[in-house]
């Protein structure tokens, strides 16, 4: 190592690394490299919310050289660039050992939402948030995995609260120089432009190129010069406008997913169907093969062998149907090139091909023509089978054709970036130790020690295994731990409702630094406002959970955030409940809502909070992940039983509000639910927090806390299911 500076040459390879590196999301879970987009310009990387590429636009070419002659900043550039380089093109990949039939016929992953961090903001909810960990985890295992979805160029609603406490929604135009994305180019070097039709008109679209590390996620654009506006529009918004939008992105989504593919020249064996959304692509890959001349029952049972299929809610709503009109009016020249019948093309979307005004809907086409299909956790697998018995005649509820594969989160991309430090700083020496030393890297920005891809171990139980031991991490270095990322969430919290009040001009009459307390036992609640998640459930014993919030020993607060659907009026008057009582109630100072829900406000609350309140109707949760986001950070579950936590809790990793069970009448469950959760937050969760010792310390919680790092976090990781997606699904080694 020498002190002298960068040479020119140098410098513009480094330089040029940045740039290449900012359009990879891998500096989205690599703590060295957003650090060092936030020291190129600290008041940037906050205002411009995090956003690399930006960063990049805001600091001249001219400046970057001169900083990287700063011979400490261009080492940790360059440090950096060669853990990036070594990620990329790592060969020694677990596909690689143990499916590398993927990597020649990889797997195509269609969603019509992808939420991989807040400075790309096209995801509705956790659907999209899965999909993005999907992808990441794809990327780490080294997977052959292309995304596809859509360009959404204002993306999801921003989420302001009215004088009235009454969600508005706006939109921010996405500029793509602006974003991690690229445009698709042709062998011209001009964007790729490929078409699908859409009732009698002819749609074009080009795409664009998220890189996620080592995969690509393909985002469809509507916006041509060629369509009509109506059709430029058509890719505006997440789920925006009515049926006809919906159906109209739904066809361009699956058919130009399809077409896309093959103008890439890619051949994969698995199209996964993450949600009904993405159906239509069995239509495209049935066309397809009509057109090579193959017969039709022929071109179906090929078309099955190639696609599986995910459900993602029990929640009859959440599943698309489209009346037959419809069907005809945007599908008509499709139905022909299938040479089916009117009649016969419903068909393939209904459950009693004979009932003539049943709708049309995407849930069914996609279990018609899938090898595989699953629900997202055991509960929601077997309530899937009771939901679709009707397709499969003669078949009990437990032959329905419908596993299930507990849905996870990306370990490395959530964990908050102290906390990140924190477990490397503990595995230090282990990770040393435990590397094959043989094993340096040479990487084109220099070598790297065996070890340095400690992250890959994140999701890995052995790794979560050496927590369990009191002598590798004492119970003060996780009460430390916990008392940092409160006080971090609280200060994040006061300068947000700062903002919130200064817009409502309402600025002067609360405190804000004096909101929240940072030793108090802190409750956090966010996720979308659909009403079964009943959001204000803690609040039916209001008067008791004043006290609560008083009891000058021992008290709780409360923090929310989350957004209601645009047409969603019941889920907006929670959300406006909710706010009312933290203005004007009894629990002003001790419940606070933060606006505008999405990946950051999420990443501070699953890490500042000590307890994650979840309540849904059982059994519609399905899966649930925003709880699997906490336990890497010292804070425990506290949920009905429903989706992941009923095979996550174990009675000793967290706290059940209720029974394995629930009634059937809904007044029933949410009066049961909330005398239980009442019960749960009295009994167990108060006591155990506030039970200290002479110093001071709550070793009962951290019991539970390193109990719930020892028995979730690798579990509950998309780590552990992709590689099931694989195991199970996409590659499943024939049985012995
Ligand atoms: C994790 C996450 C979700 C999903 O939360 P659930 O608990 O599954 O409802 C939704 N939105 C954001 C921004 C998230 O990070």
New binding site residues.
């Given amino acids: 190592m020498t002190n002298a500076a960068p040479t020119p040459a140098e410098i513009t390879e480094l330089a040029r690394g940045l740039h290449t590196l900012s359009r990879n999301l891998w500096w989205t879970w690599n703590q060295e490299a957003q650090e060092i987009f936030h020291e190129l310009s600290p008041r940037g990387w906050q205002n411009l919310y995090h956003n690399a590429v930006a960063i990049l636009h805001e600091v001249s070419d001219a400046e970057l050289r001169v900083r990287l002659l700063d011979v400490e900043f261009a080492r940790k550039v360059r440090g950096m660039l060669a853990r990036f380089d070594a990620y990329m093109s790592e060969k020694d990949t677990w596909t690689a050992k143990e499916a590398p039939q993927l990597l020649k016929n990889p797997v195509a992953y269609f969603s019509a939402e992808f939420?991989f961090h807040e400075t790309l903001p096209i995801?509705a909810?956790?659907l999209?948030?899965?999909a993005g960990d999907h992808t990441k985890s794809a990327s780490d295992i080294g997977l052959g995995f292309h995304g596809i979805s859509l360009f959404y160029r204002e993306g999801y609603f921003q989420q302001q609260i009215s004088q009235e406490n009454w969600q508005t929604e706006s939109y921010n135009l996405l500029k793509p120089k602006n974003i991690p994305i690229e445009p698709v180019l042709n062998s011209g070097g001009e964007p790729l432009v490929l078409s699908v039709e859409i009732a009698m008109s002819t749609v074009y679209f080009h795409a664009w190129r998220v890189n996620v590390g080592r995969v690509s996620v393909y985002l469809l654009d509507c916006d041509r010069p060629e369509n009509e506006q109506r059709f430029r529009d058509l890719t505006l918004r997440v789920y925006g406008g009515d049926s006809t939008t919906r159906i109209m992105q739904e066809v361009l989504l699956g058919v130009g997913g399809v077409r896309l593919l093959r103008a890439l020249g890619l051949q994969p064996s698995v199209f996964h169907m993450n949600e009904g959304h993405a159906a239509f692509l069995v239509l495209e890959l049935l066309r397809e093969k009509l057109a090579s001349g193959k017969a039709y029952a022929d071109s179906v049972a090929q078309t099955r062998k190639e696609c599986i299929f995910t459900t993602h809610t029990p929640v009859e709503a959440g599943h698309d149907r489209f009346t037959p009109d419809l069907m005809g009016y945007v599908l008509n020249k499709l139905q022909a090139e299938l040479g089916l019948s009117f009649d016969d093309f419903m068909g393939l979307g209904r459950v009693d091909v004979k009932n003539m005004s049943e709708p049309f809907c995407m849930t069914v086409l996609a279990l018609k023509v899938s090898r595989a299909a699953n629900g997202v956790s055991e509960l929601h697998g077997s309530v899937s089978r009771q939901m679709w018995q009707g397709l499969f005649p003669g078949k009990t509820v437990d032959e329905v054709p419908i596993g299930s594969i507990t849905?996870g989160?990306h370990v490395p991309g959530w964990m908050k970036g102290p906390v990140r430090k924190f477990w490397q700083r503990k595995l230090a020496a282990e990770i040393a130790a435990s590397s094959d030393q043989s094993k340096v890297v040479q990487t084109r920005f220099g070598t790297l020690p065996a070890g340095w891809n400690w992250e890959a171990r994140l999701d890995s139980v052995d790794f979560w295994q050496r927590v369990a031991d009191p002598a590798f991490l004492s119970d003060e270095e996780i009460w430390a731990l916990r008392y940092r990322l409160r006080r971090e969430l609280i200060e994040f919290t006061r300068r947000r409702l700062l903002l919130q009040g200064q817009r409502l001009s309402q600025g002067d009459f609360i405190a804000f630094d004096q909101l929240l307390k940072p030793d108090a036992l802190t409750i956090g609640f966010?996720?979308?406002f659909a009403t079964y998640?009943r959001a204000p459930l803690v609040f039916q014993q209001f008067e008791n959970i004043v006290k609560l919030a008083h009891d000058p020993l021992r008290p709780v607060q409360f923090v929310f955030a989350?957004k209601a659907h645009p047409r969603d009026d019941d889920g907006k008057r929670f959300i406006q409940h909710i706010i009312h009582l933290s203005k004007f109630s009894e629990l002003k100072g001790s419940l606070v809502f933060i606006e505008n829900?999405?990946?950051h406000?999420?990443?501070m609350m699953?890490s500042g909070c000590d307890v994650w309140l979840?309540n849904p109707r059982r059994p519609l949760?399905a899966?649930?992940?925003?709880?699997q986001?906490t336990s890497c950070h010292g804070c425990l579950n506290l949920s009905i039983l429903d989706?992941w936590w009923r095979e996550g809790y174990d009675g000793t990793n967290g706290f059940a509000i209720g029974e394995d069970s629930h009634p059937d009448s809904i007044e029933e469950q949410d009066r049961l639910d909330s005398e239980s959760l009442y019960r749960a937050l009295t009994e167990q969760v108060i006591p155990s927090f506030y039970q200290r010792d002479a110093n001071g310390i709550p070793r009962q919680w951290i019991g539970k806390i390193r109990r719930a790092m020892v028995t979730l976090v690798a579990q509950f990781s998309t780590g552990r299911m992709v590689r099931d997606y694989v195991n199970n699904y996409y590659a499943p080694k024939p049985k012995a």
């Fill in positions: 939420g995801a909810g956790g999209g948030i899965l849905n989160i966010a996720r979308r998640k989350g829900y999405d990946v406000v999420a990443r699953v979840n949760e899966s649930g992940t925003s709880g986001k989706g």
